[in-house]
Structure formats: C-alpha cells, structure tokens
C-alpha cells in the first residue's frame, strides 16, 4: 500500500521564521517520485519541487529547500525567513513508477502572521 | 495563458440535478487526470485519459459519475442525480508521456461544487 503522513495539521509563524513541512511516505516500489505542491486561497494546486527516489540529493531554491531522506522515508520542505505570501496549505504526494495517480497526503496549513 | 483551465470555477445545485464541468489541459499534454478534493483533505484519485482512452476509474468514482475525452483534447466530468455528498473540489490536472518517466501533473484552479 501506498500512503503519505502529514502529521502537521496547521502550524502558524511570525514572519521571518524558519518553518519545515514534514512529509513521511510508505510504498514497496523500488523506484518513485515525491512532490510538493502549494495551495493558496484560490484553490490551485500549483507545483513546487519533484524529486525521484533514486537521487537523494537534497535541494535548495531561494528561500526554498528540500530533504529527502531514503532511510527514514520523509521528504521534507524547509522555508527559510518565511514571508506573508507564503501562508498556504501544502502537499506532499507520491506517484509510484508502476501508477500514474498521485497518492496526497492530508496537507498542512501553513500561517504566517506579519 | 498555456495552463490547465477548468470551467466552470464554481457550481451550486440542487441535490438531484446534473452538473457537467470541463477541463483544457495544457496543449501539448496527452495525459488527463480528475480529483476530488473535499475540505481539510488531500486532492484523491478519480479517473485517468492517454489520448481518448479512459484507463482507469477509481472506486470513487459511482454509476452517476461519467468522464469523456471524445478527441484527446479537453475533458467533461458529469455527475448525474447529485447528492450532498458530492460537494467538493473538482481538480483537472495533465501531463506528457514524452519517456518512459512519469511527468509532473500540473494542475487546473479546479470547480468547486457546493449541492444542496
């Protein structure tokens, strides 16, 4: 079976902080592929990072960066000197090599406060 | 504007009744993809078009839910004799299968459907 946690429900900050989204993940393929994915207010999932099982380099955009980490099956996204604009509810999801639907975890609302 | 488009954006109706919405995936991309998303949940799996061809339909998806792709091109999703339960997010996303590595799905502002 294929599933992702999200364990943080909602998490609020002030502006100017740092903030890390945790994603776990399970499923038995050897080979696939993490996403996230940011939701504001308006509805659109818009996409953000992609990252496949076989690199696990860790990456950095911006004020953006991802860790993956193969040996404890988490995937997560760091948001450096948060802004106001970034208040959204994010995904992680997983798309096995073998499938073509994105299995979503629950998502976690991010809030910051100026 | 070359992204997913999603028509219309918002939809009420009384229970009983029959939607239909639309989705414009993105030009070049041959795949098309429905989810349903309802509040505090992650967008779930319902169906799945290569080109014309349905391949997939998830449990979700009951008798009253149907989805064409006549010409590869756009998608309907048609919800007959609607139910409150239905009441949801409807998001359309699309990519390419240009090799053998699954695409990025990029995703449409999606419907939302509020039956009552």
């Known amino acids: 079976a294929q599933k992702v946690t999200q364990a943080q429900t909602e998490i609020s900050v002030v502006e100017k902080e740092d903030v890390t989204l945790d994603c776990v993940y399970e499923?038995?393929?050897?080979?696939?592929?993490l996403f996230w994915y940011k939701q504001p207010p308006s509805g659109e999932l818009v996409f953000l990072i992609r990252r496949n099982s076989f690199d696990e380099q860790n990456e950095i955009s911006g004020r953006y960066s991802w860790n993956f980490q193969k040996s404890t099956s988490s995937f997560n996204f760091t948001i450096t000197a948060s802004q106001v604009v970034d208040s959204a509810v994010y995904f992680c999801a997983l798309l096995a090599d073998s499938s073509y639907k994105l299995i979503f975890g629950s998502g976690t609302r991010l809030l910051v406060r100026p | 504007d070359t992204g997913v488009s999603q028509d219309p954006r918002h939809k009420i109706t009384k229970r009983g009744q029959n939607v239909t919405f639309r989705c414009d995936p993105i030009?070049?991309?041959?795949?098309l993809y429905w989810y349903r998303q309802t509040l505090g949940q992650g967008p779930e799996f319902l169906t799945y078009?290569?080109?014309?061809?349905?391949?997939?339909k998830s449990r979700l998806l009951s008798d009253r839910f149907s989805a064409e792709r006549p010409k590869g091109s756009f998608s309907t999703l048609e919800i007959q004799r609607t139910e409150q339960g239905d009441s949801a997010m409807y998001l359309c996303?699309?990519?390419?299968?240009?090799?053998?590595?699954?695409?990025?799905?990029?995703f449409g502002p999606g419907t939302r459907l509020l039956v009552l």
């Open positions: 030009s070049e991309h041959n795949r």
């Open positions: 996303a699309s990519s390419t299968n240009r090799d053998a590595v699954p695409e990025t799905q990029y």
């Open positions: 078009f290569q080109n014309e061809a349905q391949l997939e």
């Open positions: 499923t038995r393929d050897t080979t696939y592929y």
